[in-house]
């Protein structure tokens, strides 16, 4: 019997009714078959339209969240979570999307989520390259009518990321032993000097262990963790002894990096606690980490940290004052960019030429406070106006010189200076002593002259922010470590800290600068050890 798909009409001319009878079969038998097949088509037609149906909703209620979220009442972590987790579901939909309509995913350059998404920045050219080569299996024309070799003209490349992790190994040092027989001497090269003299450790190793406690804030039992991954066996006792050591190592480069940030006409400082571990109380007592920041439009930037036991004015007041180390240092003078906790009153009158110069972000903070403790307030959100329109003009003068900046300041800010002045005054008039919104005025109308300092001088920021951004590792590192285990260690964080974010600061690799340090300082002259502070740090050749 022929197939059905292959019957002409002459075929079916005289057949046999058995015949007839097959094929009509054949043909009921085909047609409910093709019913199925329609029928299974149609329902996944329906299913496919009601995913994409599904997941357009759940896009467009994705954005709703995006535009419509309350962020500005998240803290920092929360609000990072929520738009980490806001890109990973929206990119997750999209791809759903698009496998979903059978579409390839493309970029989409031409919508306007791609202008507010991060854009990929070109790979590092410094990254080792492996090169994977694609080539036709035959080069020969693949037309059957031609077939002749064909020339190369030209190629396409793609770039793809990826990394090994962290390797082991080990330098071995062989020091070959030379002896004359006839005069019974033996010459060998003497043992290269370390940081940690007959120690395991060599200076990428010991940079490594301070990386990870110290910028990455991973505590001693998980740097021991995942050295064991590699089966490399060092104790969390062991990895602070080297730290220690270290740290021991780096403090003649962080007095002479102390020496380099003191030496700035503007300077930023900040404080933050940090919980410390009291033995003797069987509890932890606060600390504080103060920071000291060259000036925010400093052109070669640097940041000394200083932890000490409480907050108290004579911490800063010591540590401005003259060097302690031997050497010759005025106290410093210049302007000090600052807020307006009280312990900063004693600091600015403690040495003559000193001024002070007040942080509008906090003045800024008060108004915020009452819009959120409050709800609504007039004053609150008009006072947030004004000095919004005063950063508006600042972020314009950022780029400038000095004295250009200055120049726009007295042309450009100085009347929103004063219009804000005028209009606090005002508001204050009107409220009664004592009120969460006279506390909010009385803030900045206090503090109005540190407040304007920078009408003054093109090199004065108009807040505290530059510090602020710079005291934020502690913050970070406070959640990871819980305390530091007694003053010394809160000490030896300050002197790695205050290298590394300096290096970060003048565009260094914080692991390449302290290995090339630990490497050289055995051999240093004390003489040139300015050359390893991090603005001047150039790698060995």
């Known amino acids: 019997m022929q197939d059905l798909h292959e019957l002409k009409d002459d075929d079916l001319q005289g057949l046999m009714p058995e015949a007839v009878a097959v094929l009509a079969q054949q043909m009921l038998q085909r047609i409910r078959q093709l019913d199925r097949e329609l029928e299974r088509r149609d329902s996944e037609i329906k299913f496919k339209d009601a995913k994409i149906e599904k997941i357009t909703f759940q896009l467009a209620r994705l954005k709703a969240w995006k535009f419509g979220a309350k962020t500005e009442a998240m803290n920092a972590e929360q609000r990072r979570l929520f ?35 991060p854009r990929r920045r070109p790979l590092p050219d410094d990254l080792r390259r492996v090169e994977h080569h694609h080539e036709p299996e035959s080069t020969n024309c693949p037309n059957a009518e031609c077939g002749k070799p064909m020339t190369r003209v030209g190629e396409d490349t793609s770039e793809r990321l990826d990394i090994i992790p962290a390797e082991f190994f080990v330098h071995r040092h062989i020091y070959g032993k030379w002896a004359c027989r006839c005069c019974q001497c033996l010459v060998q090269e003497p043992a290269l000097p370390q940081i940690i003299n007959g120690g395991m450790p060599a200076a990428g190793l010991l940079a490594y262990t301070l990386i990870s406690r110290f910028v990455d804030h991973l505590p001693y039992y998980r740097q021991e963790a995942i050295n064991a991954r590699s089966n490399v066996h060092t104790p ?20 002479a990096h102390k020496r380099f940030v003191l030496s700035a006409r503007v300077l930023h400082a900040d404080e933050t606690p940090v919980a410390m571990l009291d ?123 000095a004295e250009d900046r200055l120049a726009g300041r007295l042309n450009g800010t100085r009347p929103l200076w004063e219009q804000l002045h005028a ?9 009664p002593d004592g009120s969460a919104t006279a506390k909010a005025l009385n803030y900045s109308l206090n503090a109005w002259e540190a407040l304007t300092r920078n009408l003054l001088d093109g090199d004065v920021s108009i807040d505290n922010n530059h510090c602020e951004n710079l005291i934020r590792p502690w913050a970070m590192g406070r959640r990871a470590w819980l305390f530091c285990g007694s003053e010394l260690a809160g000490q030896r964080a300050a002197v790695v800290m205050s290298l590394v974010q300096s290096a970060k600061l003048n565009g260094h690799d914080p692991w390449a600068y302290l290995k090339d340090v630990l490497t050289r300082l055995p051999t240093q002259l004390n003489s040139r050890i300015d050359e390893l502070l991090p603005h001047n740090w150039q790698p060995a050749g």
């Not at 209009?423 to 409220?431: D, F, G, Q, T």
């Open 236 to 255: 969390r006792s062991t990895l602070a002894s080297w730290s220690g050591q270290a740290g021991a190592a780096l403090e003649p480069l962080y007095d």
């Open 83 to 117: 738009e980490e987790t806001l890109a990973e579901d929206e990119a997750s939909l999209q791809a759903q999307l698009e496998q979903a309509r059978g579409e390839t995913s493309t970029p989409r350059e031409d919508s306007a989520a791609s202008s507010r998404a």
């Open 423 to 431: 209009w606090l005054r005002l508001e204050r008039s009107r409220v």
């Open 279 to 401: 033995p003797g109380a069987g509890k932890t007592r606060r600390a504080y980490v103060w920071a000291y920041a060259r000036g925010a439009f400093d052109a070669v930037p640097g940041v000394i940290y200083d932890f000490c036991v409480g907050r108290g004015a004579r911490f800063p007041i010591a540590f401005l004052g003259p060097a302690n180390d031997g050497r010759e240092r005025r106290s410093w003078r210049g302007t000090l960019v600052r807020d307006e906790y009280k312990a900063y009153d004693s600091v600015m009158s403690a040495v003559p030429d000193r001024m002070a110069a007040g942080c509008l972000a906090h003045a800024r903070r008060k108004f915020d406070e009452l819009l959120r403790d409050g709800g609504h307030s007039a004053v609150a959100t008009e006072a947030l106006q004004h000095i919004a329109r005063i950063y508006r003009l600042e972020r314009e003068l950022a780029s400038m010189t």
